[in-house]
């Protein structure tokens, strides 16, 4: 157990992990400790606030506020594995250092953390250290940090300690089971509707994707598929393939009325999609095509390739998984998708007061309101509240209830015709 190991042996194995941002927040120190003169280092401590705002996603927007200040020289910024954001510049950019964390406080301004106050009144959210005179306590700090996260790191990960991770070597292998791999057992769906003023529900389609879940059962239930973004993205281009040559082996007929695939944009260059788009012909307007935001945003211009492509063919785009909190930091209709997924949870819920209520109004009227679904629906309040904001379409395991009633109530009319 980590909470057995010493500090010594917890460095140590920091230090193994040269390419770590804990290792590499050392080696920056160590230069520092030389000639501080100069430098001040700031301390975010993104640690402490609640873990509905401890997401990759959210912590990657904080660091990019930081972009104007980390492209100048002396300026480095380490984002550690505890969601702590540490940096270090000159004393000159305090100003732009100030713009960066007044943007970040914003963001998670819901947050008990932007409020909290130590005993001599201090903010909790952040610590300032002018490295000329501070070093020594900065130096404390971060050494502290480290451990801490280190100690709660493999703390989390004991009972996973057996699975492998997925990594470039076993990729190779799994690559190959994934293309013989027959989609069809792991295929699942889950509806989205439209709900009418008079309350009223009409099924919008039928999204189809792959139980990830499953998927790991069969094909490697000793691989953490999901240790590495980007190689399990890779994994699921290939998932992507398998999903087309499953659909393509049916009938038009076979298929719902309007479905969506949930794909990768490099997905749409691959043979495999030019012959599924054979397949599709004219019946194209049927199919609604999903990315997820970190593929939209790694290559921008790709996907405004890919999107224009799709909508000239008569396909729809759907922007997957937006975050409140992340669209409160740009403008999504810019991405000239035809519909938006926001999320509800804990944000989108909790905007429920009145303040919150027309902040949300506001940022749905932005995209329109007619282009947005709420996911991840769970009760009838979700709908109630997206009512509320001039919202109609929903989905969720709420609304797998809602549609499941009412395939019954049809049939039910149908037995009594």
């Known amino acids: 157990m980590a909470e057995n190991l010493s500090d010594a042996q917890l460095m140590r194995a920091i230090r193994a992990e040269t390419n770590s941002p804990e290792n590499k927040l050392l080696e920056n120190m160590q230069i520092l400790e ?97 490295l000329e005179e501070d070093f020594e306590y900065f130096k404390e700090a971060v050494v502290s940090s480290i451990l801490s996260a280190k100690r709660q790191s493999l703390d989390k990960n004991v009972a996973s300690m057996d699975d492998e991770k997925l990594t470039p070597k076993n990729l190779d292998q799994l690559a190959r089971t994934f293309r013989k791999l027959d989609a069809r057992p792991l295929m699942r769906h889950q509806s989205a509707v439209q709900v009418g003023t008079n309350g009223q529900g009409q099924l919008l389609f039928r999204e189809y994707y792959v139980s990830i879940a499953d998927l ?39 298929l719902p009325k309007n479905i969506s695939l949930n794909l990768n944009i490099q997905t749409i260059h691959t043979k495999d999609f030019q012959l599924f788009d054979h397949f599709v012909g004219e019946d194209a307007h049927r199919f609604i095509i999903e990315f997820q ?65 027309g902040e949300m109004r506001e940022l749905i009227q932005s995209i329109g309101a007619s282009n947005v679904i709420i996911s991840l629906v769970d009760s009838e309040d979700a709908v109630k509240f997206g009512l509320q904001l001039g919202v109609q379409r929903f989905q969720g395991f709420f609304v797998d209830r809602l549609v499941e009633a009412m395939t019954q109530k049809t049939a039910s009319a149908m037995r009594g015709a």
């Open 34 to 130: 030389k000639k501080p003169v100069g430098l001040c280092a700031v301390h975010l401590h993104l640690s402490q606030l609640q873990r509905t705002n401890r997401k990759p996603d959210y912590i990657r927007i904080a660091e990019r506020c930081f972009d104007p200040i980390t492209i100048t020289h002396m300026s480095d910024l380490f984002a550690l594995a505890n969601f702590d954001i540490i940096l270090t510049c000159q004393n000159s950019r305090v100003e732009e250092i100030d713009r960066a964390l007044s943007s970040i406080r914003n963001m998670f301004r819901a947050d008990p953390l932007i409020e909290r106050r130590d005993i001599s009144g201090e903010e909790a959210f952040c610590t300032w250290y002018d």
């Open 216 to 254: 790991r059962k069969i094909v490697a239930p000793d691989v953490d598929l999901l240790a590495d973004r980007w190689l399990f993205q890779y994994l699921t281009t290939i998932l992507d393939q398998r999903v087309l040559h499953m659909l393509r082996s049916q009938t038009m007929d076979d």
């Open 293 to 357: 935001p970190v593929d939209v945003f790694s290559d921008i211009f790709a996907y405004e390739q890919v999107r224009d492509m799709l909508q000239t063919r008569g396909y729809k785009v759907l922007i997957d998984s937006l975050q409140p909190l992340v669209l409160d930091y740009f403008d999504p209709s810019k991405l000239k998708a035809d519909f938006y997924k926001i999320a509800w949870g804990d944000r989108l819920g909790a905007s429920a007061t009145q303040e919150g209520r």
